[in-house]
């Protein structure tokens, strides 16, 4: 694994409200209950944008769709007035989501944003691994096996650590699992503000809590996106239903008992469509 100072990048995850429902989402949209959706408190958010000061790479905003949130307006005005710099400032948005709100915001978005990721997910080879197969359950005692391939786990080599509504957390999908399975807090940001500054050993019990719930990492063989369907491991179906979850009470899952798959080379550019 690396450290977050090393990245490039940092999310920000402002909602997870999301007008699409896709295979295998990493941000897990589809899965949260009423009383689990959320809006960052713009207050919250500036102490978030805040903290990323001095982080020297990319403020980005995701979700969810951060469009869809009835403040964004002021959000984009929170990181104009503390990150100034245009090319530092991001968004990760799906134009579908938005429809012509899109359209009518597009200069604004080029002037605050010198970085958009506009991911239709409907474009070929969409894919998504899945995400909902949580390595522990998956490796069962063989935690060396496991723990081979979490350290490596493309997502937190090539991607992003984030800040959502419960702290920060050293990779954005054990944030969005966190927040889904009312797992650990993350890291207090105003406690100590420049928490990306955290070194590799401070990362351990999140690491020991997010990677062994999620199946990032591991070689599965992953699912166009426009299915709508999730792969979930048997223990976590029940999780799932028990915290009312829409997708899977709609039958929108297979139960995933598969095994690893050489096939499915371990590429971050492969998974990346996915993003």
Partial sequence: MRDIASMSIIEIDVTNVCGRSCSNCTRL??????????????????????????????????????????????????????????????IFTNPLNTGDVFGRRKSFLDRVFGLQNLNRHIDTPVVHTPILVGAGEFFGEDTKTMWE????????????????????????????????????????????????RKRLPEYEAQKQW???????????????????????????????????????????YEVFCGKLDPTQVRNCTWYWYGK
């Fill in 29 to 90: 949209v589809g899965h949260y209950s009423k009383d689990k959706l959320f809006f960052m408190e713009p207050a919250y958010y500036e102490k978030a944008v805040k903290s990323l000061v001095d982080f020297p790479g990319v403020v980005g905003m995701i979700g969810g769709e951060p469009m869809l949130h009835p403040q964004f307006m002021e959000l984009c005005g929170i990181l104009m007035k503390h990150i100034p710099q245009r090319w530092r400032r991001a």
């Fill in 149 to 196: 391939y979490m350290d490596k786990c493309w997502i937190q080599m090539t991607w992003s650590a984030t800040i959502n509504p419960k702290g920060a957390y050293f990779c954005e999908v054990a944030g969005v699992l966190a927040m889904l399975l009312d797992g650990p807090d993350g890291w207090d940001i105003e406690a100590r503000p420049e928490w990306w």
């Fill in 210 to 252: 997010g990677c062994t719930h999620c199946g990032a990492a591991i070689p599965l063989k992953p699912r166009r996106s426009t299915e709508g369907i999730d792969d979930i491991s048997p223990s976590y179906v029940e999780k799932l239903k028990a915290l009312g979850s829409p997708k899977v009470a709609a039958g929108k």
